[in-house]
Structures are given as C-alpha cells and as structure tokens.
C-alpha cells in the first residue's frame, strides 16, 4: 500500500493510542519514512497492524522468561 502523509498520521496516532499493547515500538523506534517503506508490505493497514501485534506478542513473551 501506498502511505501519504495523512496515512502516516493516522498510524502514529494509533500507534499512541496502543502504546501499551503494540504501539510502543512504533512510537520509539520509528521515523515516518520508516513507516512509510513498512506499510508499501502490506495490502491493507489492518495486515500492517495485525502484524505489529503479532511482534507485539512475540517480544512480550520473550521478556517473560
């Protein structure tokens, strides 16, 4: 997909608003060319965020031990 400025936006605020379940390490880690080159993988921003949370889950697991 192809993200605009608008897109970019709208990602970063959903990433602030899941900062404690997803969004934290698109919030810290980054840059909205970052976010644009991520997002041209996917077809959709729902498979974008879907994956994010998958990674989400799969760090939070690994910190358990």
Same mark, same amino acid.
């Given at each position: 997909?192809?993200? $605009?400025? +608008?897109? @970019?936006?709208?990602?970063?605020?959903?990433?602030?608003?899941?900062?404690?379940?997803?969004?934290?390490?698109? %919030?810290?880690?980054?840059? $909205?060319? +970052?976010? @644009?080159?991520?997002?041209?993988?996917?077809?959709?921003?729902?498979?974008?965020?879907?994956?994010?949370?998958? %990674?989400?889950?799969?760090?939070?697991?690994?910190?358990?031990?």
């Amino acid at each position: 997909m192809i993200a $605009d400025k +608008e897109m @970019v936006a709208q990602v970063k605020q959903m990433a602030e608003d899941n900062y404690d379940s997803w969004g934290q390490y698109v %919030v810290e880690c980054y840059t $909205d060319e +970052e976010i @644009v080159k991520d997002l041209a993988d996917f077809n959709t921003l729902e498979e974008w965020v879907d994956i994010r949370i998958a %990674v989400a889950e799969v760090i939070e697991e690994r910190e358990s031990y």
